[in-house]
C-alpha cells in the first residue's frame, strides 16, 4: 500500500490543522494507522493510532484531549485533527499502516511539515 499524507502547513499557537493520509494500492481496512511526527533534531515519536474498524484510538500524552485521529475505510482516508496547537508540534508528521498491530509498522508515507508560530 503507498501512503500519500498531506494538510500540513502554517498556523499560529492555538489554531487547527486537519492532516489527512490517502492509501492506494491496498484496502485501508486491513490496517492499522497511526501518525508519527519528527521535530528538528529530535526522533520520531508516536502521535496516535487507530484500529481497523475505528472503534479504538491511542494517543500519545501530547496529543491526548488536543488531536483526534479517524478514519474512512471508504475513502481510503485517514485524519489527525490537531487542535490547540503548540509550537513544540511543529514537525514533520508521518502516516503509517501496520498489518502486525499497534506496535510495528510496515507501511510509510512521505510526510507532511506542519509549523506552529508563537
Known amino acids: 500500500v503507498q501512503l500519500q499524507a498531506s494538510g500540513g502547513g502554517l498556523v499560529q499557537a492555538g489554531g487547527s490543522l486537519r492532516l489527512s493520509c490517502t492509501a492506494s494500492?491496498?484496502?485501508?481496512?486491513?490496517?492499522?494507522m497511526g501518525w508519527f511526527r519528527q521535530a528538528p533534531g529530535k526522533v520520531r515519536e508516536f502521535v496516535a493510532a487507530?484500529?481497523?474498524?475505528?472503534?479504538?484510538?491511542h494517543y500519545a500524552d501530547s496529543a491526548e484531549g488536543r488531536f483526534t485521529i479517524s478514519r474512512d475505510n471508504a475513502k481510503t482516508t485517514a485524519y489527525l485533527q490537531m487542535n490547540s496547537l503548540k509550537p513544540e508540534d511543529t514537525a514533520v508528521y508521518y502516516c503509517?499502516?501496520?498489518?502486525?498491530?499497534?506496535?510495528?509498522?510496515?507501511?510509510w508515507g512521505q510526510g507532511t511539515l506542519v509549523t506552529v508560530s508563537s
Open positions: 503509517a499502516a501496520s498489518t502486525a498491530g499497534w506496535e510495528r509498522y510496515d507501511y
Open positions: 494500492g491496498g484496502t485501508l481496512s486491513r490496517y492499522v
Open positions: 487507530i484500529s481497523r474498524s475505528g472503534g479504538s484510538t
